[in-house]
Every structure is written in structure tokens, then in C-alpha cells.
């Protein structure tokens, strides 16, 4: 029996029971993209996470709601309440409309994904789509007394909310005083009443380029606000689980919290999780230490830091080695053995899903005992070993999702496939039952948890072709074009194997 899923909530800092508020149905919400720019493998890693929760989620049998939006507006230079929108920075440089700056990089994050093999989320929300419930929250949390004007901005105090018996600080762990002394304003110079107080509504000046009417005047919602409006509308104003990546944990996160909390008097949240960040050989990955690098660059391997080109999957696969909640370091090294382990699962794939279950007069049950002749005798032990791993990948699994061990399960019934195709096992011997069990389960690790599917230039049908000419040719000797036929594999980075029971292609790992 499989232990039951835990999570880490960072809210609690501990692992806790999985236990959704309307079970079957869970409601997940992800921090999307600001689509400003290219997507940064930092944000990849974040929705990698999710994406595996998702479908981990759906695999053991729940019905979710996947919401991931998309930040076109309000998310200023900085991430503060002061500065330029960064999509209307970004039109300026580019002398483009905002939203055709908002198209660009919507479409890179969706290519890059794809390329990635993400599910798509339920529902993907854009914050200019919900302007409209923006205007009514901050409407309500200035009636609700949460909230004040000044000067056609609209802050939410956060003294007035911690007097209610709240705690602003509570999910990042910050103090108030601390941030208080942390924060730097000149007397007399800011138009709030608390440093700390957070924009929900900013006036806008007037060469902002995006800004639209509100009863404060012109303006753009809060970053922070665009979140909680669209969380809270589709999943509900208390939902299951809210993800994003840790740097969004203080201040985003936190005044999701508060806002929620203001608006619909109690927590919006049940569980909070955060991936945890990227680093580059040790050093943290950033543009100021030129040691980042984008998806594509990762894809083309066209970086200084990058001695080769990496694929989308060789990337995804490296990525699920490390638990979310761990750094993840990237170097040549360590995309190069993710490549080749890969590559060496992938194998394994093609080897398992073209195998059939061939019957003995072994694979019979008598009054409860396994018949051993005349035929095959089923090896109860590797069956055992087989359950046992399985059992580990769903353990691993519900542990807060260690993809890492989940791996090292994986590769333990790879084991058992690899001697299989090698016929150094006949699949009689795992008996019908122990024989489909390995293959469902290989398989659906792979490819409908992890994601993980193959990457090859040329069709099946192509290579199957090459590979009966390859057979013609060597029946016949002429050894120049079986050589010929090799050498093409080898230029698409495939290997002919040569075996006394078959010949067959596989990756070159």
C-alpha cells in the first residue's frame, strides 16, 4: 500500500497530508510569466514542478484545476510599487504596442513549453482580462477599511490588517520591525502610511503607456492584486494549492495573503509550495555575472558557457534529477550525464513497448502454486524486486514529490527491461501478470508523470526501412553498404545493434 502524498507547505515549513478541500477536485494556482522578455530557465524549473504536480495529481486520481496566469500589466522595474511598467518598458525600447509585446513573449513561453512537453494549465488567465474584478476588490478592501487613497494611488495598510488579528510576514517569515528598518523613504516624501504599505491601484503618470479609468482616477492594478483576483475567481476564495517560484515568496506571495485574507476573511490557501533556485558551476545564475543563459541558447548550445547543445528533453530530464525544493546546479558535466542517462531510458521505451508477453506452459497457477515444468519457472524474486520499485517511484512520488529517488526507481525496473530485450530473461518468467506490470508501469513513470518522451530527426517507418536494407545487405555481403547504412545511423545520433536474435536501432548513448 502507497504511503499517502505529502507536501511541503511553506506556510507551516513542514511536510503535511495532501487533503484537497473537495476531494476528488483540487484547485492549483501558479504564478505565471510577466511576458516582458524571453522565459529564463528559472521560471522553467518553477512551472516544471508544477507541471509534474499536475499530472502526478491526475494520475492518482484527482480531478484538478490547473490556473497559471499571465502578468501583461502592473509588474513594475523593480518589483516594487515605484517605476516603470516592465511590458511598457519594454514597448518604448522596442517602439512596439504593449500588447504586441505582451504577444512576443506569450508565444516563446508557450513554444518553450511546448518544446518542454508541458500540459497546458485549465485556464490561463491574463491580468488586463480581469481589470474589472481589480477595480471591485480595491473598491472592497477600501470599504472593508483595509485600504486608502492618496493621491490617485491606492495602498493597502498593512497596520490596519495586522490589527484585525493577522500577521503580515507570516509565509516569508519577515518581521515587521526588521522590514521597517530595512525599508529606506525620507520623511515627508512617500504618500503612504506605513513604508510597507503595498499599491493595489497605482496612478498612473502620464506618459505611462498602459492605463486605464478607475474611480481614483487613471491608473494600472498592483501586481500583487492581479493574482489574487484571478486565483480566487476561478478556484474559489479558499483553494488547495498555490505555487511559484521561492523569490516570489516575499513580497508577491505575501500580499496575496493579505489581500485574500482582507478581502474574504480568511486565508485564501491551504498549501504553499516553492521551487528553489538555479545555479550556474556553484554561482548563483544571473545577467550580472553573464553566466544565464536561456532555453533556446540551452537548445542550440550557442553560449560561452556551453561546450554542446542540450535537447528540451535532456533538459527536462536534468531537471527532475534534483527535488524541487533543492538547488539545482547546471554545468557541462552534468547535462552531459543527464543526456547520456537520457538517452539510455529512452532505449529502454522503444525496448518495452515493442515487447509481447510470450506464454509457457509454466505460467499456470495450481491450487495456489506456481507450476515451474515442463516450461519456464516464474522468478517470484525479480517479480518481488519489480513491486518493490514500483512501490519506491510512488513512495518517492508522494514524499513531496522526490523526482530524484522516483528516478533512481525508474532506473532499477530499466534494469529488468534491459535484460529482457538482451533475451537474458524470457518475459515468461516474470509470469503475465509480473510481465505487464513492468511494461504499464515503465512506460506511464516515463512518459505521463515525468513527461519524458523521445526526440529523434527521422520517422520509424524511415529507420525501419534502413534497418531491412542493412539485413538485405549483409545477407549478401556487400559489407561497403552496411557500412554506408551504419554511418547514416551514427550521423543521426542512432546505433545499429547487431544481435543473434535481432537487429535494431536504439539511441547512442
Not at 501558479?30 to 504536480?53: A, E, M, S
Not at 549478401?476 to 550521423?491: C, G, L, N
Amino acid at each position: 500500500m502507497a504511503q499517502p502524498l505529502k507536501i511541503y507547505n511553506s506556510l507551516s515549513r513542514q511536510k503535511e497530508l495532501f487533503e484537497p478541500l473537495s476531494p476528488p477536485h483540487v484547485g492549483l494556482y501558479v504564478c505565471g510569466p510577466t511576458v516582458y522578455n524571453y522565459v529564463h530557465l528559472g521560471n522553467v524549473r518553477t512551472f516544471l514542478t508544477f507541471d509534474i504536480l499536475f499530472r502526478y495529481l491526475t494520475h492518482i486520481g484527482y480531478k484538478v484545476r490547473y490556473v497559471r496566469n499571465i502578468t501583461d500589466v502592473g509588474h513594475l522595474v523593480g518589483d516594487g510599487d515605484e517605476g516603470e511598467d516592465k511590458i511598457g518598458r519594454m514597448a518604448k525600447l522596442e517602439k512596439l504596442e504593449p500588447m504586441e509585446i505582451v504577444q512576443r513573449y506569450t508565444n516563446d513561453f508557450h513554444q518553450v513549453l511546448e518544446r518542454l512537453n508541458f500540459h497546458t494549465p485549465s485556464i490561463e488567465p491574463t491580468a488586463t482580462g480581469h481589470l474589472i474584478e481589480q477595480i471591485e476588490a480595491v473598491k472592497d478592501l477600501i470599504n472593508k477599511g483595509l485600504a486608502y487613497e492618496s493621491n490617485g494611488s491606492v495602498y493597502f495598510d498593512i497596520n490596519k490588517y495586522n490589527a484585525q488579528g493577522n500577521n503580515y510576514g507570516k509565509l516569508s517569515g519577515r518581521v515587521l520591525e526588521e522590514l521597517l528598518t530595512e525599508t529606506r523613504e525620507l520623511e515627508g516624501t512617500s504618500e503612504k502610511r506605513n513604508p510597507l504599505d503595498f499599491a493595489i491601484w497605482k496612478k498612473a503618470a502620464p506618459e505611462h503607456i498602459m492605463q486605464w479609468e478607475s474611480p481614483w482616477g487613471k491608473g494600472f492594478p498592483g501586481w500583487h492584486l492581479e493574482c489574487t483576483c484571478m486565483s480566487t475567481k476561478y478556484l474559489g476564495t479558499q483553494f488547495d494549492i498555490h505555487g511559484g517560484g521561492m523569490d516570489l515568496k516575499f513580497p508577491h506571495h505575501e500580499c496575496e495573503i493579505a489581500q485574500a485574507t482582507g478581502l474574504n476573511g480568511a486565508a485564501p490557501v491551504r498549501y504553499w509550495m516553492h521551487s528553489n533556485m538555479l545555479t550556474v558551476n556553484g554561482q548563483k545564475m544571473s545577467k550580472s555575472l553573464g553566466n544565464s543563459f536561456l532555453p533556446a541558447e540551452l537548445f542550440t548550445g550557442n553560449h560561452p558557457l556551453l561546450e554542446q547543445a542540450y535537447s528540451p528533453m535532456t533538459t527536462r530530464f536534468f531537471m527532475l534529477q534534483s527535488q524541487y525544493r533543492s538547488t539545482l546546479d547546471f554545468s557541462n558535466d552534468a547535462l552531459k550525464g543527464a543526456q547520456k542517462a537520457f538517452k539510455r531510458l529512452m532505449n529502454g521505451l522503444r525496448a518495452i513497448k515493442a515487447m509481447e508477453y510470450i506464454p509457457s506452459e509454466a505460467d499456470t497457477q495450481t491450487a495456489g502454486l506456481k507450476v515451474s515444468t515442463p516450461g519456464v519457472a516464474i522468478d517470484s524474486k525479480k517479480v518481488a524486486d519489480i513491486e518493490k520499485s514500483v512501490q519506491g517511484f510512488y513512495d518517492a512520488m508522494n514524499d513531496d514529490l522526490n523526482t530524484a529517488v522516483a528516478i533512481a526507481q525508474l532506473f532499477n525496473l530499466l534494469k529488468y527491461v534491459n535484460i529482457l530485450y538482451l533475451n537474458q530473461l524470457s518475459p515468461a518468467a516474470l509470469g503475465e501478470a509480473g510481465f505487464a506490470m513492468l511494461k504499464e508501469k515503465f512506460t506511464t513513470f516515463t512518459e505521463e508523470i515525468l513527461g519524458l518522451k523521445e526526440e529523434k530527426s527521422e520517422s520509424d517507418a524511415i529507420l525501419g526501412g534502413m534497418l531491412d536494407l542493412y539485413r538485405e545487405y549483409k545477407a549478401s555481403q556487400r559489407y561497403d553498404k552496411v557500412d554506408q547504412i551504419r554511418t547514416y545511423f551514427k550521423a543521426q545520433n542512432l546505433v545499429i545493434r547487431d544481435m543473434k536474435h535481432r537487429i535494431d536501432w536504439a539511441y547512442e548513448e
